[in-house]
């Protein structure tokens, strides 16, 4: 089963990394978004990022000026943007990225199946839900994995590949080596909400929110105690600001919907507010902190 052509759907925080990993990684990608103003967007963080990539190599002696431009020119060249499904037909897999809606990716994954060749690998970036759920929309389970890359796909180094029952191990190995192709550790992990890194996570997010909405203290100094006391690279609501209020929000409202009863499993009622205001995170210019393009103010 060899992976070779790759279609990416959604262009935005996640997918725009997926794309590029999966370029670097010396794979044809196809970036499908719903229109062309997001699919634009999308590929202009692509140039922007293997740029950034580009220069820190020369920096660091690990390329020549000329062989970065080769490089980036090569790995652009691996891509091309579409905003027509029917560029998606023979892909080899498809790895989805679009909003954090169960309901929407099913119906994607419904209309994928009816239209992408038999053979074709689908994938899930899911955050927080079920992949049999997509898996048994897109009418081909044995061929449905997780995979879940980490924000920012260009710098995290993991990623989770999740099995279902229903999905045949050669192409839960094939999806393995297309996420180690990618540059990334991959983890297997079965099909569980929040996989590993996002059980543990997204609680985590939560109680610092709680803390914060209590008066425990500031939202500056419970980013600079897990920053200080613990070594993590940023604290819980510098992290949740980044990953975006509203994907927070969402996956938190599908755990609570399917697992009630579990605490770990809560909603602060400052994220709610906070969406409901269009406070997305660092990606509106505010969230829990106010930010002016990616720094905070
Ligand atoms: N492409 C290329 N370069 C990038 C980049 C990108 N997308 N993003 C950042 N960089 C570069 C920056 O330009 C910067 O370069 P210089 O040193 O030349 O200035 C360098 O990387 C470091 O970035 P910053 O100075 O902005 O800040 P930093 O040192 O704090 O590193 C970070 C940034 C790597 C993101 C680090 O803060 C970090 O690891 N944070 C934690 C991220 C994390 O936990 N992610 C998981 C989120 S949860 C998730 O993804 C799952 C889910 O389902 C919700
Ligand atoms: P985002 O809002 O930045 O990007 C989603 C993109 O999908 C947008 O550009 C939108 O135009 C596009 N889109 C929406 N519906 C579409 C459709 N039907 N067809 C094509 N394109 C469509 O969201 P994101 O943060 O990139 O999240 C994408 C997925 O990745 C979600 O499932 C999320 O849970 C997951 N994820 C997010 C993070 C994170 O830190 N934000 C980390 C890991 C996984």
């Known amino acids: 089963m060899e992976i070779k052509k790759v279609g990416v759907i959604g262009c935005g925080l996640m997918g725009h990394g997926i794309v590029q990993v999966a370029a670097q990684g010396g794979f044809d990608v196809v970036a499908f978004e719903a229109d062309q103003g997001a699919l634009d967007k999308g590929l202009g963080r692509i140039e922007k990022s293997l740029g950034k990539l580009a220069s820190k190599n020369v920096e660091k002696g690990k390329m020549t000026e000329d062989q970065a431009g080769e490089w980036v020119q090569t790995t652009w060249g691996r891509v091309s943007g579409s905003t027509d499904k029917a560029d998606l037909a023979d892909c080899d897999l498809i790895v989805e990225a679009i909003v954090e809606n169960l309901d929407v990716k099913k119906s994607l994954f419904q209309e994928l199946g009816a239209m992408v060749k038999d053979s074709a690998i689908f994938a899930s970036n899911t955050s927080s839900f079920p992949i049999m759920e997509m898996a048994e929309a897109s009418g081909r389970p044995a061929r449905f994995v997780g995979l879940h890359f980490f924000n920012p796909v260009q710098l995290m180094r993991l990623v989770e590949v ?19 192709a990618c540059g990334k550790t991959a983890v297997a992990c079965k099909d569980t909400p929040g996989f590993v890194v996002n059980r543990l996570l997204v609680p985590y997010m939560v109680q610092a929110i709680n803390m914060l909405d209590r008066g425990d203290a500031s939202k500056e100094d419970i980013d600079a105690a897990m920053q200080f006391g613990c070594g993590y690279p940023m604290g819980p609501l510098t992290l949740t600001d980044y990953v975006g209020l509203d994907t927070t ?27 409901s205001e269009g406070k997305l995170g660092r990606k509106t210019g505010e969230g829990y902190y106010v930010w002016e393009g990616d720094k905070k103010k």
Not at 162 to 178: I, N, S
Not at 264 to 272: G, K, Q, T, V, W
Request: charged share 35%; net charge negative; aromatic share 10%.
């Open 162 to 180: 999740v099995r279902t029952e229903a999905t045949d191990g050669d192409v839960f190995d094939a999806a393995k080596r297309f996420g180690e």
């Open 249 to 275: 929000l969402s996956i938190l409202e599908g755990w609570v919907d399917r697992y009630p009863n579990e605490p770990a499993f809560s909603i602060p009622d400052s994220l709610r507010q906070k969406v």
